[in-house]
């Protein structure tokens, strides 16, 4: 990319920063506010945090409409206002005192963090890729959007837990209502992009190419959906010291892993390379629910980190390589559905088994689901060879 063009990338990906250092620094403190403040159990947790993840698989449904008429740009300027709100819905739960009411705030509050996430990630990764054209492209906004997502998420959630234990949610709500104007302002002068010359993708055609994959992508998910749900208390209620560091650990291999095998997303071996990384996945998971202490745990953690840096690009090309290149902003939105309903589905289905038994039979689950995953990659990958579609397709 032209160094003007890798300014403008970056600036973009500022915004996905912005959201999701937020939603770290939410992961970070609220499963500990909302069991030990407000008295609530795991289920509970579970299904506070997969609102968010409600709301943005509802989001993804209309963002086909909000490209097509607002464009990139507008639709990644309404999630961060979007996003300020939430930040206000923070500010207004930290002042009630009665659990009830203070759960029903946080729950709305995670609604509107769902529906701001929806709609940035997606139309930032769309302007993005309208911006370079090309499956290499493709493969790289991919790649540099994980970074953004994990390095913030693993650098949010300490700050989270520091603001938590030292203040109380108002100092996270002042946070969330800051940053995206200062984000917004990033992004004020980096020129839109037009769809509107773009044959419009026919969703029905696009969703057939997007099933396996999606399928995938939502058992791999589950580990990680436990992960920023309950890692937090699997260490609080093992009475290991280095809670604080469970989700940096993981945040950061991930972002190691990406920043030095990011170049094998260039390859041709995509379907080899998210095999062996949802393997390790899995490998990972069960390393976590069978931990002796904390530093078993923690090598777990970034075991699992760095396993699941590649997968979500890697399968998110494959899907890129079967579409045209108009059907590729609907593809990615369809794609990263699969994510938000695994995270919808696996809280609260995780958090119940957690309730009934312990958080070690719960990590053993997600192992299990993300060996689902591998073996229905597998299958695929043996019935059904991937075909690369020129970049400049129309169908």
Sequence with gaps: M???QRLNIARIQSTII???FLIGVS????PLVIHQNMGFGNTMVGI???MQFLAALCSRFMMGHLLWHLGPKKTVSAGLMI???YGLVLML???IADPTLAITSLIIGRIILGFAEGILITAAITWCIERLQSDAGTAQVLSITGISIYAAIACGAPVGI???QQYDLTALGCMTLLLPFISLAIIWRVADVSSKHQQKASLSLVFPKVLIFGGVLFFHAVGFAAIESFASLYFKASAWSLMPWALLVFGLSFVITRLILGHLLQGQQLYRLAIFSIALEAIGLACL???????IALAAMSLTGASCSLIFPALGTLVSQHCAAHERGTAMGLYSAFMDMSYVLSGPVIGTIIAASTYRQGFLWTALCAAFGLLLLIYNSKAKPAHTLPSNSKR
């Excluded at 992961?27 to 609220?30: A, E, N, R």
């Excluded at 629910?289 to 530093?295: D, K, L, S, V, W």
């Design 93 to 95: 739960s930290s002042q």
């Design 2 to 4: 032209l160094s003007q």
């Design 162 to 164: 520091y603001l938590l």
């Design 83 to 85: 996003l300020a709100l």
């Design 27 to 30: 992961l970070g403190g609220l």
């Design 18 to 20: 912005c959201c999701f």
């Design 48 to 50: 506070v945090i997969a």
């Design 289 to 295: 629910a069978i931990a002796p202490n904390q530093y």
